[in-house]
């Protein structure tokens, strides 16, 4: 399908011109949206070229605040120093997504804003109110392996690709928005949506709104994170499930030795429209002793609202395992590096 291309000079240029085409789009590394224009699942016909946009930043705000360009590279942002140091979590989970070759193109916004891969949403002759609302969800009755077990509707049941998003959910980021008012601030945890009964609407962006920046709090234990994904092979594939997390242990132990957690963050990939920040395990664990008993009774807790698919109950344990496990090994590295021990306790997960 032809389409008309342009190459914006600004982001205020870019933002006039999409706004008043309804069918326009901006591009910029086009790792996904040149895939659904090959697919015929995307049909533009204006694509805005904004990669040229001086957007490529990695700066630290004088609040100590990370501020996150539009357009840095996902390769680029995963080798950063500041990142690494900062917010691991952040740059394993860069680096467990796609391959070499795509994350040296991905960019930053376009890797929040890439749109689920349920093969029902790809292939144009099934319908997918994703694709064309008010058609059906082929997928709910179809293969649901990948599909998600958290806030799904009867609309839909496909689930957000980003491993990224993931973890930056757990950091409590915000993401910087230009639109035709002017600039607003969005919490990463709010940017996107739950199908209910609008499910080809991913995010709460109107159209015409640009990504210009995503910023990433100075979070006071954020060094102390991890990303952990769960797939069918070792690269090039998406989650069945992922777990972000940071954790900080407090001064405090139980009765029986054990460090207490003074602070946690929690997100969940592979289960859900958007990546799922996981607040009441969050909120069970605050306090409690660092045991992989806990781990897994949080896990619990925040899996309570989970309904699984013919195809996918088993992501129910992989979830509570993989929290287990994650948090158990955060936990342990804490202690160590303080030279202490966790009271001869084997915290196996």
């Not at 204006?46 to 700066?59: A, G, K, R, T």
């Not at 009765?255 to 429209?273: K, L, Q, S």
């Not at 799922?276 to 045991?291: C, D, I, V």
Request: charged share 20%; proline share 4%; glycine share 8%.
């Amino acid at each position: 399908m032809p389409f008309e291309f342009l190459r914006a000079e600004d982001v205020a240029g870019a933002v006039a011109v999409v706004a008043e085409h309804p069918d326009a789009v901006y591009l910029a590394g086009g790792t996904n949206l040149v895939d659904r224009m090959k697919l015929g699942v995307a049909t533009p016909n204006l694509v805005v070229d904004i990669s040229h946009l001086p957007l490529h930043q990695i700066v630290e705000l004088p609040d100590g605040t990370v501020r996150i360009g539009a357009v840095v590279r996902n390769s680029d942002l995963a080798a950063n120093l500041l990142i690494r140091q900062r917010y691991p979590v952040l740059s394993q989970a860069l680096l467990a997504g796609a391959s070499g070759q795509l994350r040296n193109l991905a960019t930053t916004a376009g890797n929040l804003l890439q749109r689920t891969r349920c093969v029902y949403f790809q292939d144009v002759s099934m319908p997918c109110n994703k694709r064309v609302p008010g058609s059906g969800c082929s997928a709910r009755e179809g293969y649901t392996r990948y599909h998600a077990i958290l806030g799904a509707s009867a609309g839909c049941v496909a689930v957000h690709p980003s491993d990224m998003a993931v973890a930056m959910a757990a950091l409590d980021a915000s993401v910087v928005v230009t639109g035709r008012t002017g600039e607003r601030s969005i919490r990463l945890t709010d940017l996107h949506r739950l199908p209910g009964d609008a499910a080809h609407q991913d995010t709460v962006l109107t159209h015409g709104e640009l990504i210009t920046a995503v910023d990433l709090p100075r979070l006071s234990f954020s060094q102390h994170s991890a990303y952990r994904k769960v797939r069918d092979r070792a690269s090039y594939a998406f989650a069945l499930i992922s777990v972000a997390a940071a954790l900080e242990l407090g001064d405090r132990r139980d009765a029986a030795g054990i460090p207490t957690i003074r602070d946690v963050r929690i997100a969940f990939g592979g289960v859900a429209h958007k990546p799922w920040r996981a607040t009441a395990a969050e909120n069970f664990l605050r306090g409690a002793a660092a045991s992989v008993e806990n781990f897994r009774e949080a896990a619990d807790v925040e899996l309570a609202q989970a309904e699984a698919l013919h195809d996918n109950a088993f992501k129910i344990t992989m979830v509570r395992n993989t929290v287990a496990s994650l948090l158990a090994d955060l936990t342990r590295r804490q202690v160590e590096a303080i030279g202490g021990d966790l009271a001869g306790q084997e915290q196996k997960p």
